[in-house]
């Protein structure tokens, strides 16, 4: 839906300084180095990494300020790389190793949404051809969709999040044009939102030579889709009725079958071992031989809502980053507000626009969010879970005399509680 246009009302007039304050964070045009064309990442992180969002972010080893008050982190974090950021300031409240470069599994699934979703109606059908699901890699995790069958993007977007299947992607990608157009269309995306560590080779996050993300990345590409109603639906659906196979009744009739699929992200739908986390709306889980288990999730609790990515973690039990991902939202959610930023995640590139010439005005692109809530809708399918997070517009500030900048908070109004299931 498009962004409401900001009020007169909420724009407020600045101080000068306010502009010298944003400069002084702007991200460092330090770009990562190039991805290696191996596909196994090294034993250490590099000793020198992007500064994007700020320069602890790109030193090695653990960044957090603690100081009196702010409970220390846990001690049994084991992932390479994770970071915990405040998704609607941006504050990184800590990391660890922000910026490696690493394989980022179906993690990478993320920018693929936020890239082709917004371009195909939900309601539009696609019959599969055998040409839209060549190429897809040997052990990919499928959703199980059928040459000559017809399926709606809506089907098509819950194969992806819920059971990250490859096969939907590539039909998907097929429709937009084929998988090379579309690893050029988010490689252009992860651009634009500043997400400098991200070199795309496959749109499914599928082990290719050269394909690096990084925590930090991951976790613009959550924010960014995050601001998309149909991103948060799907990513927030529990379990839902996925179309099966066409078959002949005993009338001689055709029955199109279905069967049910369910989020693999185990803090959405709980497992033996992990409970389902207590305001958990998304996002994307991943797991492949050379990037390990990866996940990014975003969690709301009273009014705070928080973005944690964990790749690859060194201790290899059972739902191991799902365990460290709650560990590391609980610590999140008890720091915020006491511990002093390491840094921040960064807005698009087209998120500010400024003048250089004193007098001269500029519009900033309205990519943040309004104060106004839009009601929360339910999920589809069986067992769906109530839409987490709202949307909603820009917030602008004007600068005196010089330029409109797009506000750096993008908030989430209309926080819904995940309704209880059986």
């Not at 634009?192 to 599928?206: F, I, K, M, N």
């Amino acid at each position: 839906m498009p962004a409401p246009k900001p009020k007169a009302s909420r724009v407020l007039l600045v101080a000068s300084a306010a502009l010298l304050s944003l400069s002084s964070t702007a991200p460092v045009a330090l770009a990562a180095p190039a991805p290696s064309t191996t596909t196994t990442p090294s034993a250490t992180p590099p000793a020198g990494m992007s500064t994007v969002g700020g320069t602890r972010l790109g030193q090695p080893g653990t960044q957090v300020k603690l100081a009196a008050g702010v409970p220390v982190l846990p001690k049994d974090i084991t992932g390479r790389s994770w970071i915990v950021s405040d998704a609607e300031s941006g504050e990184v409240l800590a990391a660890h190793n922000a910026h490696w470069r690493l394989p980022p599994a179906s993690t990478l699934k993320m920018l693929f949404a936020d890239t082709v979703l917004p371009r195909f109606p939900k309601s539009t059908p696609h019959k599969v051809v055998p040409a839209d699901l060549a190429g897809i890699g040997a052990g990919s995790s499928m959703v199980g969709i059928k040459e000559g069958q017809t399926y709606t993007v809506h089907d098509l977007w819950l194969g992806v999040f819920l059971r990250s299947g490859n096969d939907a992607v590539h039909v998907l990608s097929a429709m937009n044009g084929g998988v090379e157009q579309t690893v050029r269309d988010m490689q252009d995306h992860a651009d634009e939102l500043q997400a400098l560590d991200t070199h795309v080779v496959s749109p499914d996050g599928y082990d290719q030579p050269g394909q690096v993300s990084s925590a930090y990345d991951l976790s613009l590409f959550a924010r960014s889709g995050l601001q998309k109603k149909d991103f948060r639906e799907y990513c927030s659906t529990v379990r839902a009725s996925f179309p099966g196979d066409t078959t002949k009744n005993a009338k001689g009739q055709s029955v199109r079958g279905s069967f049910e699929i369910q989020n693999t992200n185990r803090l959405l739908s709980g497992d033996t071992d992990v409970p389902v986390y207590q305001g958990i709306a998304g996002v994307k889980n991943g797991n492949t031989t050379n990037a390990g288990a990866t996940f990014t999730g975003v969690a709301e609790r009273n009014g705070r809502v928080l973005l944690v990515t964990v790749m690859n973690p060194e201790k290899k039990e059972h739902n191991e980053v799902y365990k460290e991902t709650a560990k590391l939202f609980d610590w999140g959610f008890q720091a915020a507000g006491k511990v002093t930023p390491v840094g921040e995640l960064v807005p698009p590139k087209g998120a500010v626009t400024s003048s250089a010439s004193p007098g001269a005005t500029a519009v900033g692109k309205n990519v943040g969010a309004s104060a106004k809530p839009v009601a929360a809708s339910s999920a589809n399918g069986s067992g769906g879970v109530g839409v987490a997070l709202g949307i909603a517009g820009g917030a602008v500030v004007l600068l005196a005399g010089a330029a409109f900048l797009v506000n750096r908070r993008w908030p989430l109004p209309d926080l819904v509680r995940r309704r209880t299931r059986p």
